[in-house]
């Protein structure tokens, strides 16, 4: 059964390993900057410490603004590989790898060029906000997705 499928698995997987080895590398070699980047890995660090998983709080206030899946991903990601930069970035960089993935599918479906995920992959904006632990990548890779699942 799996050998029916190879030719369309193997070409995503290896879409997939190569994405996650390029915007992987080294993200744990810098503290979290600017100010929105800290926010979101604080609050789901004191959500593990509270032991509540539903509302997201830091320093006492609710963070309504964004949604809790990307909180959730952290606790996930934080309980996996302990409370550091790299756990923090994880979510992002993995929802990023399979945007590039989705655009790959994307590309594949409308039979138009082979290419879009690697333009996309090199996109200065695209690898920054990739490596970054905040909320826009898991967007993008939902909106895609979505976008996929009604064609």
Known sequence: MLKRYFHYIFPILIVFTS???FLSYQIADYT????????????????????QYILPMTNGKFLFAKPI???WAQILSF???GITEFAARLPSVLAASFTIVMSYIFSRIL??????????A???EFFVIARLSIADMLLNFLLLAYSLYII
């Open 122 to 124: 090199c996109s200065v």
């Open 69 to 71: 899946l990307i909180y």
């Open 19 to 21: 994405a996650y080895l």
């Open 32 to 51: 979290l900057l600017d100010l929105d980047e800290p926010r979101y890995p604080k609050a789901a660090r004191e959500m593990i410490e509270a032991g």
């Open 79 to 81: 309980k996996t590989f």
């Open 111 to 120: 039979k138009i060029s082979w290419f879009l995920p690697v333009i996309l």
